[in-house]
């Protein structure tokens, strides 16, 4: 099936009994229909195709050679996969898995979507329910994965993996049919804003009452230095550097971000929820805590320039999280939920979510 027929016919009316000449005389045969056949199966080899996970993705030559027709067969074979990988979840057999960045609403899709199934006690990460007998280690290799998940899924539904820096995170098999993966996406300058960050210093400062010299200092720290970014990137340190960060780095970060199996926007997380609750099949979950959280934001009409209070202090983190702010503007449109199309001053939780049922969003 390679195309092609071999010019090469062997004798029907030779003999394997035949004299040693006889056979003396099959090696010349042999050895000039494989000298033929090579150049045959290089190019098969070339132009064919790499087999991962049980599914057939396209090699980087396509049959007409064209980026165009790379991208497209790409972006077909990765839909299926996750078509798959939803039907797997719906019918008990794949895990989900959030990779929960800090402060990007970790706890709350434990609370929300872990509580509708099994899942381990401490913030769906482990406890004293994770079995003995199975691993809890994260960031699984692409041999690793399948086996884990087999191990986990009979006591989860889903686990969460939770990550301050680098996740080491493009080994794991993401294309696992038994896997659904979710990431949840945050502007960086509201992630910046939240408590209990990674800079002490911040952490400890009177919320309502923050210096200038404090906020100077956290934005400038090691820490907060394109946050997201650094958790996604396939470099284990010294990934980041500031405004200067590589576009490497961030086109690294898209490609593990498009091989997870759901992107959810946090500025409308009530509404993804919902419809990720939809798409996996599972009971809507009550949503009264982020009700509350919405009247809040409502309620709170500053911009993020204008809870900072300094413009140049605002115009040097635009500048120095731009990778990661890029990396977020990019994450919206992609996302189960596109938080552009919904009207956060005129409709409720219920009605916005409303637009989501049937796949509108």
């Known amino acids: 099936s390679f195309g092609y027929e071999s010019s090469v016919m062997l004798?029907?009316?030779?003999?394997?009994?035949?004299?040693?000449?006889?056979?003396?005389?099959?090696?010349?045969?042999?050895?000039?229909?494989?000298?033929?056949?090579?150049?045959?199966?290089?190019?098969?080899?070339?132009?064919?195709?790499?087999?991962?996970?049980?599914?057939?993705f396209t090699s980087k030559r396509t049959k007409n050679g064209t980026a165009a027709d790379e991208q497209v067969n790409a972006t077909i074979s990765s839909r299926a996969i996750k078509e798959l990988q939803i039907k797997r979840y719906i019918s008990g057999d794949a895990l989900l898995l959030n990779i929960h960045i800090t402060h990007h609403a970790g706890t709350t899709f434990c609370g929300k979507i872990g509580n509708l199934g099994p899942r381990p006690k401490f913030a769906c990460m482990g406890g004293d329910n994770w079995p003995q007998n199975v691993s809890?280690?994260?960031?699984?290799?692409?041999?690793?994965?399948?086996?884990?998940?087999?191990q986990i899924r009979p006591y989860f539904h889903m686990v969460s993996w939770e990550y301050q820096k680098c996740g080491n995170l493009h080994d794991t098999n993401w294309e696992y049919e038994n896997l659904v993966s979710v990431i949840v996406m945050r502007h960086p300058?509201?992630?910046?804003?939240?408590?209990?960050?990674?800079?002490?210093?911040?952490?400890?400062?009177?919320p309502d009452n923050i210096?200038?010299?404090?906020?100077?200092?956290?934005?400038?720290?090691?820490?907060?230095?394109?946050?997201?970014?650094?958790?996604?990137?396939?470099?284990?340190?010294?990934?980041?550097?500031?405004?200067?960060?590589?576009?490497?780095?961030?086109?690294?970060a898209k490609d593990l971000i498009r091989r997870f199996t759901f992107v959810i926007d946090m500025a409308c997380m009530d509404e993804s929820l919902i419809e990720l609750a939809r798409v996996l099949n599972l009971p809507l979950p009550e949503l009264k805590y982020h009700k509350k959280q919405l009247k809040k934001h409502a309620a709170n009409t500053f911009t993020a320039r204008e809870r900072i209070g300094n413009d140049?202090?605002?115009?040097y983190l635009m500048s120095r999280f731009r990778r990661d702010i890029e990396l977020y503007e990019w994450s919206r449109p992609i996302s189960l939920v596109d938080c552009s199309h919904l009207n956060f001053n005129n409709n409720t939780v219920d009605e916005r979510a409303k637009i989501c049922f049937g796949g509108s969003c």
Do not use: H
């Open 211 to 252: 210096t200038a010299g404090v906020w100077w200092n956290y934005a400038s720290s090691k820490c907060a230095d394109n946050y997201a970014l650094k958790v996604l990137s396939k470099r284990k340190t010294n990934c980041c550097q500031g405004a200067n960060t590589s576009v490497a780095i961030l086109n690294d």
């Open 189 to 206: 300058l509201d992630r910046l804003q939240s408590r209990n960050t990674c800079d002490n210093t911040f952490n400890k400062a009177d």
């Open 312 to 315: 140049t202090l605002y115009e």
């Open 11 to 56: 004798d029907n009316n030779i003999n394997i009994n035949d004299s040693q000449d006889t056979n003396s005389n099959k090696k010349p045969l042999f050895f000039l229909s494989v000298l033929i056949s090579l150049p045959f199966l290089l190019l098969f080899a070339w132009q064919g195709t790499i087999l991962s996970s049980n599914y057939q």
């Open 136 to 150: 809890n280690e994260r960031s699984w290799s692409n041999e690793e994965t399948a086996t884990m998940v087999q």
